[in-house]
């Protein structure tokens, strides 16, 4: 599998993931709230390049690759994802700039749960929605142990381990970014070597 159906596999991922998440957020009403950024907004959160593969092409099929290399380069440690748009002095408010091709993590939260070493499923969330829609948590909490269906992330996080494990190394989420546009960019121009050979 080359680098582009890599990214190809993982866009199909997402796609069953938006599914299963779309009918989970209806059940729940824990949808995140409209223009809050405050996840986007930490620096450390974890990510891999195989999952911003889809985000690091459609950068570089508008043009946008190398400079988008170059800001993240230029970042400090402390800066929030290079994707994301803030628009409140502390960062907590704010929007993406490429939600259709944002990663796994992005995708997963307030929408997905882990198991606990008991087996228990335990829901994924940040402590905005848990104080802004505390009922909703608490019921969903009991239901996904119960009756309500519930993506689990482990089971998306191995889906992405078979198209390529050693992408799926976590780094922080603008490491990660870089990580792939890197391996798009040097994909991209020995693709362009090889059409200059055959021409």
Known sequence: MNLAEKSIATLKVFTELESETKQFVAESGLGCLSGCGFCCANPKVPASPLEFL???????D????????????????DSSCVIYKPQS????????????????????FATSARRTKYGK??????????????????????????????????????????????????????EAIAFALEL????????????????
């Open 54 to 60: 889809p985000l690091a092409f459609d950068l570089y």
């Open 62 to 77: 508008k043009g946008l690759a190398e400079s988008t290399l170059i800001m993240v380069e230029n970042m400090e440690d």
């Open 89 to 108: 002095a502390d960062g907590t408010k704010g929007f993406c700039g490429n939600h259709s091709k944002r990663g796994m993590i992005c995708r997963l």
């Open 121 to 174: 499923k335990d829901l994924i969330i940040c402590k905005v929605l848990k104080e802004e829609k505390a009922y909703e948590y608490r019921n969903t909490s009991e239901r996904i142990n119960n009756d309500m269906e519930i993506p689990l992330a482990t089971s998306f996080y191995s889906r992405l381990e078979e198209i390529d494990q050693s992408l799926c190394q976590q780094f922080t989420i603008n």
């Open 184 to 199: 798009v960019l040097r994909y991209k121009f020995y693709e362009e070597q090889e059409i200059d050979v055959i021409a």
